[in-house]
């Protein structure tokens, strides 16, 4: 799963990526309180975060994320949709980016 998450991040990366929606509780893609096994047959602890989030956060700290129940309310949603726009202005050169410090 980590290798494959690498390579379609790559892809992704390529093409302009500005946000990303996650499956509340996916153990791939949960961002949030996914119930994890901490060894096989092992009770579930729903602490942890999916592994493609996981790599996608790695590679991308910056990027917008959030879940689909997150983007139930409405102002969450529109938060959301602000920060890809920025985002997507920053990476096409119409806005300067923020001074580092």
């Given at each position: 799963?980590?290798?494959w998450a690498?390579?379609?991040?790559?892809?992704?990366?390529?093409?302009?990526?500005?946000?990303?929606?996650?499956?509340?509780?996916?153990?791939?893609?949960?961002?949030?309180?996914?119930?994890?096994?901490?060894?096989?047959?092992?009770?579930?602890?729903?602490?942890?975060?999916?592994?493609?989030?996981?790599?996608?956060?790695?590679?991308?700290?910056?990027?917008?994320?959030?879940?689909?129940?997150?983007?139930?309310?409405?102002?969450?949603?529109?938060?959301?949709?602000?920060?890809?726009?920025?985002?997507?202005?920053?990476?096409?050169?119409?806005?300067?980016?923020?001074?580092?410090?």
């Open positions: 799963m980590r290798e690498r390579t379609w991040l790559d892809r992704m990366v390529a093409g302009g990526l500005h946000g990303w929606v996650t499956k509340k509780g996916s153990p791939s893609c949960g961002l949030r309180r996914v119930a994890l096994r901490p060894a096989p047959g092992a009770p579930a602890t729903a602490d942890g975060t999916g592994l493609f989030v996981l790599a996608l956060c790695e590679r991308l700290p910056s990027l917008p994320i959030a879940d689909e129940e997150q983007l139930a309310d409405p102002a969450l949603r529109r938060e959301f949709v602000e920060r890809c726009v920025a985002r997507c202005a920053v990476e096409s050169g119409r806005v300067a980016r923020a001074p580092a410090g």
